[in-house]
């Protein structure tokens, strides 16, 4: 039986954690917060922003189980596209967009007071595609 909701007012956050570079090509983790709607007050976990091996560019992982079947190490995708593999490329690019979003942050001058960290340290948020919220 499949069961379809009214369209909710859903707003997704993307949060960027920083990652002290292990392991080597792993720039940050991200997790997506989600705001109204049933899946308020919950997020997804598990995404990896990376530096593409051959360079140029970044790449994102999804959240992913690994099992092993005879001794090969195997994963699971947890968030997989229903139909259209180009369904994933919409969170790609808002995760991709968040991590430069965040960089350019990172990037301004060192804060020397406590209010200036702690406005640092705080997200902004910027508009992104299809109403969705990212930071």
């Given at each position: 039986?499949t069961?379809?909701l009214a369209p909710?007012?859903?707003?997704v956050t993307v949060k960027?954690?920083?990652?002290?570079?292990?392991?080597?090509?792993?720039?940050?983790?991200?997790?997506?917060h989600?705001?109204g709607?049933?899946?308020?007050?919950l997020?997804l976990i598990g995404f990896g922003?990376?530096?593409r091996?051959t360079?140029?560019?970044?790449?994102?992982?999804?959240?992913?189980?690994q099992?092993a079947?005879?001794?090969?190490r195997r994963?699971?995708?947890?968030?997989r596209?229903?139909a259209?593999?180009a369904?994933q490329?919409?969170?790609?690019?808002?995760?991709?967009?968040?991590y430069?979003?965040?960089?350019?942050a990172q990037?301004?001058?060192e804060p020397?007071?406590?209010?200036?960290r702690?406005a640092?340290?705080?997200?902004?948020?910027?508009?992104?595609?299809f109403?969705?919220a990212?930071?």
């Amino acid at each position: 039986m499949t069961m379809t909701l009214a369209p909710w007012p859903i707003a997704v956050t993307v949060k960027i954690v920083a990652n002290d570079r292990t392991p080597i090509g792993k720039l940050a983790d991200a997790e997506l917060h989600f705001t109204g709607g049933p899946l308020d007050g919950l997020k997804l976990i598990g995404f990896g922003i990376w530096e593409r091996r051959t360079g140029g560019g970044r790449n994102v992982t999804f959240p992913a189980r690994q099992y092993a079947v005879n001794g090969e190490r195997r994963a699971f995708a947890l968030l997989r596209p229903i139909a259209d593999t180009a369904a994933q490329d919409k969170i790609r690019s808002l995760i991709l967009d968040a991590y430069a979003a965040h960089e350019a942050a990172q990037a301004q001058p060192e804060p020397t007071t406590e209010d200036e960290r702690a406005a640092r340290a705080s997200t902004t948020t910027t508009e992104a595609p299809f109403g969705w919220a990212s930071v």
